[in-house]
């Protein structure tokens, strides 16, 4: 791993959080993610489950977290079972984790090789009554790839059959919204990475350059700072590209008097950054650019007073809608003919900013989280409003991650130019 060491205590107390959300007597199994296999002897890198990583900070395939809290042998309450290195993994595939230091990443006590699994969970589950299983349950996701999860579930219900299943989603969604204080800081590092990404391309972009090029800029850029790389697939769109809204080819020049459209986040220690940046490809934008730019930035701001403990998502957007309403009335792009005669379930103002505003954010980009829950403290959201114009080759979007806190939200990419002037000034250099 490229970051820096992660205090285990962060991990300590996410599992003394998960036990006392569990039933008596029940224990939870959560899996890494496969290496996915690409052709021939391909694969593609290895991405920790977000669970696992939450829970142990263990950064490795083929491990194994069981959290039982009630058991009578304490080296039973939590343990952990890692792949078994030897000289030919060593010299192939490079350093595994030791018990020690699976231990000290995780600050698990009892951690066995994986060849172990079979025998302890049969003696654990001699003694439960309830079992925690975990699958995929994000309200975006759509499965294809069966998991090592799905596998296990399968495993073993055949096996034990007549114990109580239980769904452990629910509480990984309760828990993994509020972040800690330390996750806070995490999320904020892979923020500050994304900053001097942004920096540096502001001084790169001019007109002739190409859509991936500033790619590159990025990625040079995140992984010199101790990032694995992009958080998800960056989106470079210049000029009509930025109207679609997942465009990720990111193969088309950048032309004099475009706007380009940058949505990028530099991923730190598994954690998620997400920002979204428009500027103008020449350095300057033109008073039409800026007329649309600086909608979106008021609704950008207004956005943020709105998002506060006590209201939830769907409220929230319908708040921002209205601003939104007005921003595109005062652009001439609807008028009030079509505010009077707009569907409810789609207001005009959606032909323009057809996406939603906000989305939970941490060790996924699309982070955990209920949509009708209540927002509260120290959840993390994006913000980010957009205006989408096809018929003028153009569109702006502008967005940064905050830490929900009651009196005013922390914005974790308040150091990354986001005014028309600081833009120009930069690019100007």
């Known amino acids: 791993?490229?970051?820096?060491?992660?205090?285990?205590?962060?991990?300590?107390?996410?599992?003394?959080?998960?036990?006392?959300?569990?039933?008596?007597?029940?224990?939870?199994?959560?899996?890494?993610?496969?290496?996915?296999?690409?052709?021939?002897?391909?694969?593609?890198?290895?991405?920790?489950?977000?669970?696992?990583?939450?829970?142990?900070?263990?950064?490795?395939?083929?491990?194994?977290?069981?959290?039982?809290?009630?058991?009578?042998?304490?080296?039973?309450?939590?343990?952990?079972?890692?792949?078994?290195?030897?000289?030919?993994?060593?010299?192939w595939e490079g350093h595994k984790y030791s018990k020690e230091e699976a231990?000290?990443?995780?600050?698990?006590?009892?951690?066995?090789?994986?060849?172990?699994?079979?025998?302890?969970?049969?003696?654990?589950?001699?003694?439960?009554?309830?079992?925690?299983?975990?699958?995929?349950?994000?309200?975006?996701?759509?499965?294809?790839?069966?998991?090592?999860?799905?596998?296990?579930?399968?495993?073993?219900?055949?096996?034990?059959?007549?114990?109580?299943?239980?769904?452990?989603?629910?509480?990984?969604?309760?828990?993994?919204?509020?972040?800690?204080?330390?996750?806070?800081?995490?999320?904020?590092?892979?923020?500050?990475?994304?900053?001097?990404?942004?920096?540096?391309?502001l001084e790169f972009v001019k007109p002739g350059v190409m859509e991936y090029e500033i790619e590159a800029e990025y990625v040079h850029e995140f992984m010199r700072n101790r990032s694995a790389g992009f958080a998800y697939v960056p989106i470079i769109a210049s000029g009509y590209n930025a109207c679609v809204l997942h465009y990720l080819e990111n193969n088309k020049v950048c032309n004099d008097g475009d706007m380009l459209l940058m949505d990028v986040g530099a991923e730190y220690s598994n954690y998620a950054s997400d920002m979204t940046r428009t500027i103008p490809v020449n350095g300057r934008f033109s008073d039409r650019q800026k007329s649309v730019y600086n909608a979106v930035l008021r609704v950008f701001k207004g956005a943020n007073d709105i998002l506060q403990p006590g209201i939830n998502i769907p409220e929230y957007h319908k708040e921002v809608g209205k601003m939104m309403e007005g921003e595109l009335l005062g652009l001439g792009l609807i008028d009030k003919t079509d505010v009077k005669n707009q569907d409810p379930s789609w207001p005009a103002y959606k032909k323009y900013f057809m996406h939603g505003t906000s989305h939970h954010l941490g060790l996924d980009v699309h982070d955990y989280g209920k949509v009708n829950r209540v927002i509260e403290e120290n959840m993390v959201f994006t913000i980010e409003p957009g205006i989408y114009i096809p018929e003028e080759n153009m569109g702006i979007r502008i967005e940064n991650d905050f830490a929900v806190k009651q009196g005013g939200n922390i914005d974790l990419m308040k150091q990354i130019p986001i005014e028309v002037e600081d833009i120009e000034a930069h690019m100007s250099k």
């Open 1 to 91: 791993m490229k970051y820096e060491a992660i205090d285990p205590q962060l991990f300590i107390q996410n599992r003394a959080n998960l036990a006392k959300a569990m039933k008596p007597n029940a224990l939870a199994v959560f899996h890494s993610n496969d290496i996915m296999p690409t052709n021939a002897d391909g694969t593609l890198p290895f991405k920790q489950h977000s669970d696992l990583f939450y829970l142990s900070g263990i950064d490795q395939e083929q491990s194994i977290l069981v959290v039982y809290p009630d058991a009578v042998d304490e080296k039973w309450r939590e343990v952990l079972f890692v792949r078994e290195t030897n000289e030919h993994i060593a010299i």
């Open 103 to 201: 231990t000290q990443t995780s600050g698990v006590r009892e951690v066995k090789w994986l060849s172990e699994f079979e025998s302890t969970f049969q003696m654990m589950m001699a003694e439960v009554d309830c079992v925690y299983l975990n699958t995929n349950e994000h309200w975006r996701a759509e499965i294809e790839v069966q998991t090592r999860d799905a596998r296990f579930i399968k495993q073993c219900q055949e096996r034990y059959p007549l114990h109580q299943y239980l769904r452990v989603a629910p509480i990984m969604h309760q828990l993994r919204a509020i972040k800690s204080a330390l996750e806070i800081d995490l999320i904020g590092k892979a923020c500050e990475i994304t900053n001097k990404g942004f920096r540096r391309v």
